[in-house]
């Protein structure tokens, strides 16, 4: 970006997700962050790798405006929404209806409420729950209900946090094709940034990119960074 200042550079390479030199530091003085950047140029599904302390949730909790930047610009044109490991730490109301109701436009009508409820269930393939108690759904349910419910928020970026992490690999495989489906679709298009672990998952992006020491480096393929790392594989990066 020699010679132009951020805002140049957004008009001239328009993308998603745009982070510049982006720092942060805990008030203990802990740097987690420094001088990030990076942008995703489209939608899609994109992964990020790396070892634990890399900056990789914190980065997430920047991009969602739940935490500021010490420094650096972010500039986004989707609506986030951040996803957890946990999907009982954001399912809060006791039927699926219910929970998904806490998520939708404040404006919409009783009739335009129980329509988008049906529809954002039947994205994440769910339409036939919507009266059942959340407790009685598996891991991987759960996961998805979170999915419909940051749909029914009108987002379309999608943070997620290791979203499979406490899934068996049946839910696993179900909550990525899940995703990519969402993001490959021809009506609302999605974009989600996807942290992961898991090798194995990078077969299903549309680009992935290591972070270490709270840097994001270059998009690659995923199946040119799972080579990379193919020592590693079977276990956790």
Same mark, same amino acid.
């Given at each position: ?17 745009? +982070? ?8 203990? &003085?802990?740097?987690?962050?420094? /001088? ?25 909790? *920047?991009?969602? %405006?739940?935490? !500021? ?5 972010? @500039? ?12 009982? @730490?954001?399912?809060? +109301? ?9 998520? *939708?436009? !404040? ?7 129980? !329509? ?9 393939? +769910? %339409?036939?729950? &919507?009266?059942?108690?959340? @407790? ?14 940051? =749909? ?9 946090? #290791?979203?499979?992490?406490? +899934? ?7 909550? =990525? ?19 992961? @672990?898991?090798?194995? #998952? ?12 709270? /840097? ?15 020592? *590693?594989? %079977?276990?956790?990066?």
């Amino acid at each position: 970006m020699k010679g132009l200042n951020f805002s140049d550079h957004i008009r001239r390479n328009p993308s998603v997700l745009c +982070l510049e030199k982006v720092c942060f530091s805990w008030p203990s &003085g802990m740097k987690v962050l420094d /001088k990030c950047s990076f942008s995703i140029p489209r939608e899609g599904l994109w992964m990020l790798v790396g070892p634990n302390g890399s900056g990789k949730s914190t980065l997430f909790r *920047l991009i969602s %405006g739940m935490l !500021k930047p010490t420094y650096g610009q972010i @500039h986004c044109t989707l609506k986030p929404s951040l996803m957890f490991q946990n999907p009982d @730490h954001q399912l809060l +109301l006791p039927s699926c209806s219910s929970d998904l109701c806490l998520s *939708l436009p !404040k404006e919409l009508t009783l009739q335009q409420r129980t !329509k988008r409820i049906q529809e954002v269930l039947q994205q994440v393939d +769910l %339409g036939d729950i &919507g009266s059942r108690p959340i @407790h009685t759904l598996s891991g991987g349910q759960k996961q998805r209900l979170a999915l419909a419910g940051a =749909l029914a928020s009108d987002a379309n970026l999608l943070l997620l946090d #290791e979203p499979t992490a406490l +899934l068996d690999p049946a839910s696993q495989k179900v909550v =990525l094709n899940t995703v990519r489906k969402l993001c490959q679709g021809s009506s609302k298009r999605i974009t989600a940034l996807w942290i992961t @672990h898991r090798l194995e #998952e990078l077969q299903y992006c549309d680009g992935a990119a290591r972070m270490e020491k709270g /840097k994001v480096g270059p998009w690659l393929s995923g199946d040119l960074l799972m080579q990379r790392f193919k020592p *590693l594989a %079977g276990r956790r990066v």
